[in-house]
Nanobody, 118 residues
Framework: QVQLVESGGGLVQTGGSLRLSCAAS????????LGWYRQAPGKQRELVAT???????NYANSVKGRFTISRDGAKNTVWLQMSSLKFEDTAVYYC????????????WGQGTQVTVSS
């Protein structure tokens, strides 16, 4: 019932910047949490950053000060602004939506590849 489409991934050099977008459509709740997760080959998927419908944000320690998560007023798009990128940031980045009301629905986007190189 909720569709998530990520965009903005690509190849960037170490120290560069990249902006990811996630467009949500469908039955989006008024109470929700949106998050960015990433998974590198051979590693577990990890939480990068989250933002709630009230504007509360949370970041992994590894990205604090470098990444910024935000959303628009219509609550249909969430961004992840990434700066000072490191090789360790290379991963597939997934957008996640979780309803915090009703059925507590959980949805994932298809993922977008971010590759950081020298």
């Amino acid at each position: 019932q909720v569709q998530l489409v990520e965009s903005g991934g690509g190849l960037v050099q170490t120290g560069g910047s990249l902006r990811l977008s996630c467009a949500a459509s469908g039955s989006v709740s008024n109470l929700y949490a949106l998050g960015w997760y990433r998974q590198a080959p051979g590693k577990q998927r990890e939480l990068v950053a989250t933002i709630t419908s009230t504007g509360r944000t949370n970041y992994a320690n590894s990205v604090k000060g470098r990444f910024t998560i935000s959303r628009d007023g219509a609550k249909n798009t969430v961004w992840l602004q990434m700066s000072s990128l490191k090789f360790e940031d290379t991963a597939v980045y997934y957008c996640n939506y979780r309803s915090l009301a009703g059925s507590l629905a959980n949805y994932w986007g298809q993922g977008t590849q971010v590759t950081v190189s020298s």
